[in-house]
T-cell receptor, first 113, second 113 residues
Framework: KQEVTQIPAALSVPEGENLVLNCSFTDSAIYNLQWFRQDPGKGLTSLLLIQSSQREQTSGRLNASLDKSSGRSTLYIAASQPGDSATYLCAVPPGGGADGLTFGKGTHLIIQP | DAGVTQSPTHLIKTRGQQVTLRCSPKSGHDTVSWYQQALGQGPQFIFQYYEEEERQRGNFPDRFSGHQFPNYSSELNVNALLLGDSALYLC????????????FGSGTRLTVV
């Protein structure tokens, strides 16, 4: 059974800092890995999707890396802003990619102005 | 381009009642998945529908059932509601032709009293 762990569970940093969120998964036979953002009480917004054949993806100030062999992914946020405050979730589909996503519990991020 | 739309946004039901939640997938997507998210937790996979059939199911009782219509929209039905069913219910759509990246709706907040 796939298990996803996210560290840290919570993080509070001053505006402008660069930060790294970590995600680990137990079964490396994944099809892809997706990072999401969730604002309080809202749905999930997709940030980055990394296919198993890729090592990283970039979108603006966000960069996500994937190391399947070690079962790890990191989300790097550059020059953090108060608007980045949210919960960040990583998720993987098991096996062939057609199945339901397994999520971590998320990292609750607060960027202090 | 409309994303995933869910209705209603909020719902209050009494224990023992039945509820139906609705989801319209993103244009071009043919697969719909449902997730339950308790407060402070990551979303938990309920089931997935493709070609009007349930493809896979998570660890949820038979009280949870669903349907997918020819236009790819979907319903989630929950019978005999329990207090523990109170949660945010998220619908996600995807396409086998788009590398399984998932798009989520804003969710339905269900409160059982």
């Amino acid at each position: 059974k796939q298990e996803v762990t996210q560290i840290p569970a919570a993080l509070s940093v001053p505006e402008g800092e660069n930060l790294v969120l970590n995600c680990s998964f137990t079964d490396s036979a994944i099809y892809n890995l997706q990072w999401f953002r969730q604002d309080p009480g809202k749905g999930l917004t997709s940030l980055l999707l990394i296919q198993s054949s890729q090592r990283e993806q970039t979108s603006g100030r966000l960069n996500a890396s994937l190391d399947k062999s070690s079962g790890r992914s990191t989300l790097y946020i550059a020059a953090s802003q108060p608007g980045d405050s949210a919960t960040y979730l990583c998720a993987v589909p098991p096996g062939g990619g057609a199945d339901g996503l397994t999520f971590g519990k998320g990292t609750h991020l607060i960027i202090q102005p | 381009d409309a994303g995933v739309t869910q209705s209603p946004t909020h719902l209050i039901k009494t224990r023992g009642q039945q509820v139906t939640l609705r989801c319209s997938p993103k244009s071009g997507h043919d697969t719909v998945s449902w997730y339950q998210q308790a407060l402070g937790q990551g979303p938990q996979f309920i089931f997935q529908y493709y070609e009007e059939e349930e493809r896979q199911r998570g660890n949820f009782p038979d009280r949870f059932s669903g349907h997918q219509f020819p236009n790819y929209s979907s319903e989630l039905n929950v019978n005999a509601l329990l207090l523990g069913d109170s949660a945010l219910y998220l619908c996600a759509s995807s396409s086998v032709r788009q590398n399984y990246g998932y798009t989520f709706g804003s969710g339905t907040r269900l409160t059982v009293v």
